[in-house]
């Protein structure tokens, strides 16, 4: 028993001195991660408009699934949505295609048109070719200005992190069919 003591007393020591040694020499180190701060950051501000159709012979967004009482519901609460909408350098449909946003949508309010979203923005053109960043968040969409999180990236944008600040450009309220504008800070490491 007392050499089991005598243990536990030495293992304690063992850590004892080293977390000090890691609070001394400021490294934020632990035996199972390592933080380095290298203080090189990018940060990309981005333009662009996101068509997102549900009417037509061709629409870029579908309901996948929708509760019984959705129906009944003017917020159409309980809708689900699959969407692979464009995303172009302007607000005409026929503008250039930089990248498509990939993910799903759906009503999460009751009393207003609230979507959560799960998306991601990935890109096509230039530099950002094969980047992506992904947005979680909720879309108040009847506000005519809306801000949402940007949560991770791939490509250029990995690790990324910032937010997306969404306006309705057009919406023809009969169809629910949309192209919002938006402008995106990602901030990134090098």
């Not at 096509?124 to 506000?143: D, Q, R, V």
């Amino acid at each position: 028993m007392a050499r089991l003591s005598l243990i536990v007393m030495l293992i304690s020591l063992v850590i004892t001195m080293a977390s000090a040694q890691s609070q001394e020499d400021g490294s934020n180190q632990v035996g199972w991660a390592k933080r380095v701060d290298t203080g090189k950051e990018v940060v990309t501000n981005l333009h662009f408009y996101f068509h997102d159709t549900v009417s037509g012979k061709n629409p870029s967004a579908v309901r996948v699934a929708q509760a019984n009482e959705t129906t009944n519901s003017l917020t159409l609460f309980g809708a689900l949505l699959m969407a692979d909408d464009p995303l172009t350098e302007g607000p005409d449909p026929s503008s250039k295609l930089v990248g498509r946003a990939r993910g799903l949508y759906g009503s999460a309010a009751q009393t207003e048109l609230g979507l959560i979203m799960v998306m991601s923005y990935c890109f096509t053109e230039g530099i950002y070719n094969g980047s992506s960043f992904s947005i979680l968040g909720l879309n108040p969409a009847i506000n005519p200005v809306r801000e949402m999180s940007i949560v991770g990236g791939t490509g250029l944008f990995r690790l990324a992190r910032g937010y997306a600040i969404a306006q309705t450009y057009w919406l023809d309220p009969t169809t629910g069919d949309a192209i919002v504008g938006y402008n995106v800070t990602v901030a990134t490491y090098i």
